[in-house]
């Protein structure tokens, strides 16, 4: 048997779509006679999604705080490929990219995943770490194929001195089985909206729309999730990240996905695949999904247009037809399955 190293800096309280495509692609490279070993931050440990992967698997805990230039990291990193003969080592959300890189044997494949909108960080990163970031994607990067979300990153990268050459732009999965299609439900006049990181999910553009648009009309409201510094009101609610995102979903009338920036965003594709009809801002990262006839696109930043669509969907009230929501969901199922992100993944790594 032959080793995969997936060294990941995930954490999250729950496993969403990225734990099930690690295990997804663990099981089909077991058919091709590899077995997966894990690494992921210290905080990972009491998540139940990392208790149970321990239950199987051989999983390693590296420290997050300044990991990138902390010497632990580094020892840590080196015992995990001494003590496994690690043919393959893929990199997952940037934080270990140059330790995996750097503490590899000469005759392991390299591959640093890029999902995150890495010229935003750098654009708040201090002197040091923007130092870092053109060491990590210059002189650090010599051996390494990088998988990249978007092209609108990757092109970022590309000018701190990645190899164009070495980029290849593979989508993310979604795991389809655990969306309903909650089309048939009857729906809150809700609009939803995820803003974890809230100016780059344009929550502020949201509450400026919401206002504007209560001028108007008071038979709505705006769900954040979660709802951070948000003061609540008659149009504007707080809502909690829950296990079963179906419930979000399946509560709302309208998925709101107004972001400045993106990677490749999971709820983007896992709302259309709901059913819902989304109102989307129209970055270049967003419109991977520009032919889904139940996305509505505005112009980025635009709040009279934001509010213009929100009440559009309200004279609608909120209804799309059934054969609009099944091409969309057609679309998401041929593109962006795990089954197609994992075809795409073994190829590069068998290639």
């Given amino acids: 048997m032959r080793n995969i190293l997936q060294i990941c800096a995930f954490g999250a309280p729950n496993p969403g779509n990225f734990i099930p495509s690690l295990l997804m692609l663990q099981s089909e490279m077991e058919s091709h006679g590899y077995e997966t070993i894990y690494a992921f931050p210290e905080k990972a440990k009491g998540k139940n999604w ?17 990991a990138r230039i902390k010497p632990e990291t580094y020892k840590k990193v080196r015992k995990i490929y001494n003590e496994n003969d ?16 750097l503490m590899a044997p000469k005759n392991v494949k390299i591959f640093w995943h890029l999902h995150d ?7 708040n990163s201090n002197f040091l770490y923007k130092f870092l970031f053109k060491l990590q994607y210059g002189t650090f990067s010599k051996r390494v194929v990088m998988l990249s979300t978007s092209k609108v990153h990757s092109d970022f990268t590309i000018s701190l001195g990645f190899n164009k050459d ?3 732009i593979l989508p993310n999965g979604i795991d389809l089985k655990r969306i309903l299609n909650s089309s048939g439900i009857k729906k809150n006049r809700e609009f939803a909206m995820f803003c974890w990181d809230f100016y780059r999910k344009g929550g502020d553009l949201a509450e400026k729309a919401a206002k504007l648009l209560w001028e108007k009309r008071k038979d709505f409201c705006v769900k954040f999730i979660p709802g951070g510094n948000i003061l609540e009101n008659e149009y504007l609610v707080k809502g909690d990240i829950c296990n079963d995102i179906n419930k979000i979903y399946g509560s709302a009338g309208c998925f709101l996905h107004i972001s400045r920036s993106e990677g490749l965003s999971y709820a983007l594709l896992e709302a259309i ?25 505005v112009k980025s930043e635009n709040i009279e247009q934001i509010a213009d669509a929100m009440n559009y969907m309200l004279d609608m009230d909120f209804k799309i037809s059934k054969n609009d929501i099944e091409e969309s969901r057609k679309i998401i199922e041929s593109r ?15 290639a």
């Fill in 50 to 66: 990392c208790i149970e992967l321990c239950k199987k698997n051989k999983v390693y805990f590296l420290p997050e705080a300044k």
């Fill in 86 to 101: 690690i043919d393959i080592v893929h990199s997952h959300f940037e934080l270990y990219d140059i330790p995996a890189a």
């Fill in 117 to 123: 909108t890495v010229k935003q960080t750098y654009k």
């Fill in 166 to 168: 070495n980029i290849h």
């Fill in 273 to 297: 695949y709901s059913g819902l009809p989304v109102i989307c801002s129209d970055i270049p990262e967003n419109m991977i999904v520009a032919d889904c006839p139940t996305v509505k696109y």
């Fill in 336 to 350: 962006y399955s795990l089954e197609t992100w994992c075809k795409n993944i073994i190829k590069e790594y068998l």
